[in-house]
């Protein structure tokens, strides 16, 4: 795996989506300019106060179907890496962010270059908010120090980040996605911001009222409605509210 820190750039996903390499590449920087998220949002960070981190794999006979999958194993990367920092009640709100209580303290974004029905290369980029204390009008963002009132050192993060992806088995389970999958999305849905709790939901224009039971392999969510039936929607086709 080779790792390569950047000082500034428009977006790591960008720069390895453009990069052409033949093992697993890290890339990563405490100064993007450009971040993106899910949908062609935008990610604002303050340069030097928090990490944008992203890393590019070449598997083996993955199939597209099987894209959701990789989204549980590197949400759960950042759920317990989190975890190990002692930061309070972190949760994955389906499908890309990670919060602590209602505060969004992380992003995640997926790219896949296809060739025919299997995936030739995945890149998968997060921004963690780590010592930024201003937000301007996202009431919803918070970040590390916020939360716990310690000013983090980014070094050490991204370092604890890197670990992790070899100690806890994260990156061969990103090879291999059924090894183990089913105990893996246990662990997800047991960690899933508002599960079993009243929450607002849109699809297209209409909002309606619903309680998340669990998420499918394929990335389906299942809402609890209020005449008592079990719905599965397509993770892109429903937002959750804040």
Not at 149 to 171: A, E, V, W
Not at 194 to 204: A, V, Y
């Amino acid at each position: 795996m080779n790792i390569i820190k950047l000082d500034a750039i428009e977006s790591t996903n960008d720069y390895l989506k453009s990069a052409v390499f033949n093992n697993t590449q890290v890339a990563y920087t405490y100064n993007q300019f450009k971040g993106k998220g899910q949908r062609g949002n935008k990610w604002m960070s303050e340069p030097g106060k928090n990490l944008a981190f992203s890393i590019k794999i070449y598997p083996k006979n993955i199939d597209i179907k099987d894209q959701f999958k990789i989204n549980v194993i590197f949400s759960l990367l950042i759920l317990n890496t989190l975890k190990a920092l002692q930061i309070p009640d972190i949760k994955i709100k389906f499908p890309n962010d990670i919060m602590s209580g209602n505060k969004k303290i992380c992003g995640i974004l997926i790219e896949l270059k296809v060739k025919g029905s299997e995936i030739d290369n995945i890149i998968i980029g997060f921004g963690l908010n780590v010592n930024q204390e201003n937000f301007g009008e996202l009431t919803n963002a918070s970040s590390l120090k916020l939360i716990s009132n310690l000013n983090y050192d980014l070094d050490g993060i991204s370092n604890l980040f890197i670990q992790n992806l070899t100690r806890h088995n994260y990156l061969n389970k990103l090879f291999n996605l059924n090894l183990g999958f089913d105990k893996t999305l246990e662990h997800y849905n047991q960690n899933l911001y508002g599960l079993n709790s009243n929450s607002i939901f849109q699809k297209n224009k209409s909002r309606f009222t619903g309680k998340i039971k669990s998420i499918t392999s394929s990335g389906g969510i299942n809402i609890l409605k209020k005449d008592g039936r079990v719905q599965t929607y397509n993770f892109d086709e429903i937002k959750m509210m804040y």
